[in-house]
């Protein structure tokens, strides 16, 4: 969120924790001459495309003779949907889809029609209704897209750290679940 060089060499750093319900302070001090930091994807608007034209510079790679750890290989998944994390429409599913025939049946013909990436929540994922790479929320990936459709998500405060910072929610579900409610989310917005 934050970033500030202090005159001491020092660096501030403020950030979210707690699932973005609170924000830390983090001082590196002088004596770390490199800091390494990331930033969500989606926490900034896109970037203009009508401005200046801005040089393009090339990195060369280093090379590191005694590097401890060896590439094996690289899979990519091959997919005609959207890319969840960047998707401008994503419908997830939860636990009370009830099985992964129910979620596919249910999730895969209304992405298709809204040209749609899938995602699903832990509960969901952990019972095995879809892949860990579909899962949003606090362990999984952050998205922030126009439009976020919630089926049978319980509305949880992991799930919500992953998706709270979309445009518009439409939550279906029967009824609250562990004390939360997508309901109250979608309310907000």
């Not at 983090?26 to 401005?51: E, H, L, Q, Y």
């Not at 979620?103 to 992405?111: N, R, S």
């Not at 040209?115 to 832990?122: D, K, Y």
């Amino acid at each position: 969120m934050s970033v500030e060089q202090r005159s001491d060499g020092s660096t501030t750093f403020q950030r979210p924790i707690y699932a973005g319900n609170a924000i830390s302070t983090v001082k590196a001090p002088s004596s770390i001459p490199i800091k390494i930091f990331t930033v969500r994807g989606t926490a900034f608007d896109k970037a203009a495309t009508d401005g200046p034209e801005v040089p393009v510079e090339e990195v060369k790679p280093v090379e590191v003779s005694d590097s401890p750890t060896e590439h094996i290989k690289t899979s990519l998944t091959q997919s005609d949907r959207p890319e969840l994390g960047v998707a401008s429409k994503v419908v997830s599913g939860g636990r009370a889809l009830k099985s992964a025939e129910l979620f596919d049946k249910t999730l895969h013909p209304l992405a298709d029609v809204l040209g749609a990436a899938i995602g699903a929540s832990r509960a969901a994922v952990d019972a095995g209704y879809a892949d860990n790479s579909l899962q949003v929320g606090q362990t999984g990936k952050i998205v922030a897209p126009e439009l976020y459709i919630a089926l049978g998500i319980s509305g949880a405060i992991q799930h919500l750290a992953g998706m709270k910072d979309s445009k518009m929610i439409v939550a279906v579900n029967k009824g609250e679940f562990e004390g939360y409610s997508m309901q109250f989310v979608e309310n907000l917005g």
